[in-house]
């Protein structure tokens, strides 16, 4: 089978870091993707990893520690704008297609204070 | 460069019957993968299609079904609708596979479906 663990809530204020974990349980793992999803909104795509260690965008960073079958996203700087859920996603290979098929955690969603 | 569009973009069925939802792919992207997203939750995976086929399938009943067109447009089936059903389904292009995994999916903003 195949899970993936995320926090339901956090919340936190302006200017504050706030990460967020994810656990994995697949036996077809290729990599873990953020996504993040205003409310109404779609998707959209914030990191990839493939291997183990630290990715880096801007405010923005990921991690991936494939031996624990663990990531995190971690926000600096948190502004109003990022309140939004947060969806850690394995490609996994036990749905199909030569690279996986990407499968969603149930999200994490952030609150930011003033 | 043009986005992912889905179509339509609200709808109310009665339980029984049977929908098409409508995805147009971002110019660049043959690779159309659709989810069912359930309010709260994260988007389930329904199914892949690449080059007009099917390129792996979620735990979805065969009352799902799609269908990829030469322009990578894709439809997503529902057969025999129940209220379980009711959900914002999405569509999501890609690159093909091995191609731009770095980059992830580009996804619409969905069709948000009703079943009553």
């Known amino acids: 089978g195949q899970s993936l663990e995320q926090p339901s809530e956090v919340t936190a204020v302006e200017g504050a870091i706030v990460q967020i974990n994810c656990t994995y349980q697949?036996?077809?793992?290729?990599?873990l993707s953020w996504y993040q999803q205003h409310d109404g909104g779609a998707p959209t795509f914030l990191s990839y990893?493939?291997?183990?260690g630290l990715e880096e965008t801007g405010r923005f960073s990921s991690f991936l520690s494939r031996s624990d079958s663990y990531g995190y996203l971690l926000l600096q700087e948190l502004q109003m704008k990022d309140s939004a859920s947060y969806f850690c996603?394995?490609?996994?290979?036990?749905?199909?297609?030569?690279?996986?098929?990407?499968?969603f955690g149930k999200g994490t969603k952030l609150s930011v204070k003033p | 460069e043009t986005g992912v569009t889905q179509s339509p973009t609200h709808l109310i069925k009665t339980r029984g019957q049977q929908v098409t939802l409508r995805c147009s792919s971002q110019?660049?992207?043959?690779?159309v993968s659709w989810y069912q997203q359930a309010l709260g939750q994260g988007p389930q995976f329904i199914f892949q299609?690449?080059?007009?086929?099917?390129?792996g399938r979620g735990n979805f009943p065969p009352r799902f079904s799609g269908l990829q067109f030469p322009n990578y447009s894709s439809e997503l089936n529902v057969n025999a609708l129940e209220l379980d059903d009711s959900a914002l389904y999405l569509c999501?292009?890609?690159?093909?596979?091995?191609?731009?995994?770095?980059?992830?999916?580009?996804f619409g903003s969905g069709t948000r479906l009703t079943v009553v």
């Open positions: 999501a292009s890609s690159p093909p596979p091995g191609q731009g995994v770095r980059d992830g999916y580009t």
């Open positions: 697949t036996s077809g793992f290729y990599g």
């Open positions: 990893n493939a291997l183990d």
């Open positions: 996603a394995v490609r996994d290979l036990n749905y199909g297609g030569s690279q996986g098929n990407l499968i």
């Open positions: 110019s660049g992207h043959n690779t």
């Open positions: 299609y690449y080059r007009e086929e099917e390129n």
